[in-house]
């Protein structure tokens, strides 16, 4: 696979993301793309050793409030969805997560058995999936029951891109410190057992990704 820069990666991935933060800044114009200082953002990355493709499905979703906007983001999140190892798209976790009284979808992003990938609440936003570090992270969710089963190899591999791409918008190191499993930081079994085994692994494969 051919070497290609971050800005190419950022170029291809950005058609597929609302709008984005670098490190602790919060861009301008975060209501919609045209606001955004694409250029900033391609300006100040970094080579990446590999080429990663990410395409994401933004479905139309309506939160029951107004969103905040984060302030600084230091680490990521993983969760399972828990209690089934059936499939939910975005707009499913959405009416879940409304019915609990949230403001709607917690998560920033979905990841399908198939390896496909949902935007929940958009990434600039403050989400609701990890009590008390909402404020400085993003949640990747991946669907399924991973105390009782297995993630599947799409799944991990595009947790590991995924990790990645969210890393060099925020320029975040990928290790044990800012790479957290839900359990990590509450208590709870999310993300079960066999995709919290997995996260050492990932936090590899997202450092590999942003080798240049």
Not at 45 to 50: A, C, L
Not at 113 to 120: F, N, R, V
Not at 163 to 184: E, N, Q
Request: charged share 25%; glycine share 8%; aromatic share 8%.
């Amino acid at each position: 696979m051919r070497d290609v820069s971050r800005k190419d990666f950022l170029c291809k991935s950005f058609l597929s993301i609302v709008s984005v933060t670098v490190g602790s800044a919060l861009l301008s114009g975060i209501a919609s793309a045209s606001g955004l200082d694409i250029q900033k953002i391609i300006d100040e990355t970094k080579p990446m050793s590999e080429e990663v493709k990410l395409h994401i499905h933004r479905p139309k979703l309506v939160f029951a409030e107004a969103l905040q906007p984060r302030l600084e983001t230091k680490r990521i999140i993983m969760h399972h969805v828990g209690g089934t190892n059936r499939e939910a798209k975005a707009e499913e976790i959405h009416q879940w997560h409304l019915q609990n009284g949230w403001a709607g979808i917690g998560y920033h992003f979905i990841i399908h058995k198939d390896g496909s990938i949902e935007q929940g609440r958009p990434i600039e936003m403050i989400g609701a999936h990890c009590y008390r570090y909402n404020s400085d992270s993003v949640g990747i969710c991946s669907i399924g029951n991973f105390q009782e089963y297995y993630p599947t190899d799409r799944q991990l591999e595009t947790a590991g891109k995924l990790i990645a791409y969210v890393c060099s918008l925020y320029d975040i190191v990928p290790g044990k410190d800012t790479i957290f499993g839900h359990r990590d930081l509450n208590k709870t079994e999310c993300p079960g057992d066999h995709l919290y085994a997995q996260l050492d692994n990932l936090r590899k494969v997202a450092f590999n990704y942003l080798q240049g």
